[in-house]
């Protein structure tokens, strides 16, 4: 590592602070000084956020955004963007949504409602490119979709929507990813996101719920199928890699059942959040 002499004295306090140093405080105080810049080096080489906040810190962040970092990317601006923050120069108005088909299938919403979903539909491909079953290759599909409804506990929110469509597999594995992606499992080569310690914090410790969630799936027939999910759940995003949600049309055909009704109206036990998408600018 090369060492900048101007730098390391300005990092100390300046020329003054080091002159009143002993030499073993100037020793210790070097030492403290090329270990971060080594940290930062690695932390560079590795993809780690730099500046990355603690929990108390994102805490602090609270009051100063107009909406709520969980709310859905349908109903806020700027809540679609990376950890919520606003895009500069963007407008405080949400913009007015293109029309559904009278009968909307799971390819509409992924065109008008979904738009861009650039991550889910990477996080497929990815599956199915690696040769991923077509259960799999769904559930990463699906596995982040219900953002534009609700971010907060999206796994559990998703897998309620599909719940009436897809086999059990697809739904426990959208369900756990979201406590899985948590903990780590070298059988698979899965480790701790990098950018979760921007996202949540870098000392940021699960809850219990979510703790006692990943217990219970870790034991469970369709483990796999859950943490099959986080290992294709991509956290870095290529912007020349478009895919055509058309791509999946055969796989959802097999393994999506489309109401005739279309989704929202087919009385189940979910219609209703479909229709929330659908709608989302209806409230009193």
Same mark, same amino acid.
């Given at each position: 590592?090369?060492?900048?002499?101007?730098? %390391?004295?300005?990092? !100390?306090?300046?020329? =003054? *602070?080091?002159? &009143? +140093?002993?030499?073993?405080?100037?020793?210790? $105080?070097?030492?403290?000084?090329?270990?971060?810049?080594?940290?930062?080096?690695?932390?560079?080489?590795?993809?780690?956020?730099?500046?990355?906040?603690?929990?108390?810190?994102?805490?602090?962040?609270?009051?100063?955004?107009?909406?709520?970092?969980?709310?859905?990317?349908?109903?806020?601006?700027?809540?679609?963007?990376?950890?919520?923050?606003?895009?500069?120069?963007?407008?405080?108005?949400?913009?007015?949504?293109?029309?559904?088909?009278?009968?909307?299938?799971?390819?509409?919403?992924?065109?008008?409602?979904?738009?861009?979903?650039?991550?889910?539909?990477?996080?497929?491909?990815?599956?199915?490119?690696?040769?991923?079953?077509?259960?799999? %290759?769904?559930?990463? !599909?699906?596995?982040? =979709? *219900?953002?534009? &409804? +609700?971010?907060?506990?999206?796994?559990?929110? $998703?897998?309620?929507?599909?719940?009436?469509?897809?086999?059990?597999?697809?739904?426990?594995?959208?369900?756990?990813?979201?406590?899985?992606?948590?903990?780590?499992?070298?059988?698979?080569?899965?480790?701790?996101?990098?950018?979760?310690?921007?996202?949540?914090?870098?000392?940021?410790?699960?809850?219990?719920?979510?703790?006692?969630?990943?217990?219970?799936?870790?034991?469970?027939?369709?483990?796999?199928?859950?943490?099959?999910?986080?290992?294709?759940?991509?956290?870095?995003?290529?912007?020349?890699?478009?895919?055509?949600?058309?791509?999946?049309?055969?796989?959802?055909?097999?393994?999506?059942?489309?109401?005739?009704?279309?989704?929202?109206?087919?009385?189940?036990?979910?219609?209703?959040?479909?229709?929330?998408?659908?709608?989302?600018?209806?409230?009193?």
């Amino acid at each position: 590592m090369e060492i900048d002499r101007r730098k %390391v004295i300005t990092a !100390l306090g300046g020329a =003054s *602070a080091v002159e &009143l +140093m002993n030499p073993e405080a100037r020793a210790e $105080a070097l030492e403290d000084y090329l270990s971060q810049q080594l940290d930062a080096t690695m932390a560079a080489k590795l993809g780690v956020p730099q500046n990355t906040p603690t929990v108390a810190e994102l805490e602090d962040q609270i009051e100063t955004r107009p909406f709520r970092k969980g709310v859905g990317t349908l109903f806020a601006v700027g809540a679609s963007t990376p950890f919520g923050n606003r895009v500069p120069g963007e407008t405080d108005n949400v913009s007015r949504l293109a029309a559904m088909p009278a009968k909307p299938s799971l390819l509409d919403f992924f065109k008008l409602r979904f738009y861009p979903a650039t991550h889910i539909l990477q996080s497929a491909d990815k599956a199915l490119t690696s040769g991923m079953p077509e259960e799999i %290759v769904l559930a990463c !599909l699906l596995h982040d =979709s *219900a953002h534009a &409804l +609700m971010k907060a506990d999206h796994g559990w929110w $998703a897998a309620q929507l599909y719940e009436p469509y897809v086999s059990p597999k697809v739904t426990f594995a959208i369900r756990f990813h979201q406590a899985l992606r948590f903990f780590p499992d070298p059988s698979v080569n899965y480790e701790y996101p990098i950018l979760y310690n921007k996202i949540f914090g870098k000392d940021y410790v699960p809850p219990e719920y979510i703790k006692q969630a990943h217990d219970y799936a870790r034991k469970h027939k369709f483990y796999m199928a859950a943490r099959l999910v986080t290992v294709n759940d991509l956290y870095s995003f290529d912007p020349n890699h478009v895919v055509d949600p058309a791509k999946f049309t055969d796989i959802i055909g097999r393994h999506f059942k489309q109401p005739k009704e279309g989704l929202g109206y087919d009385n189940s036990a979910v219609a209703h959040m479909w229709r929330t998408i659908i709608n989302p600018d209806v409230g009193l």
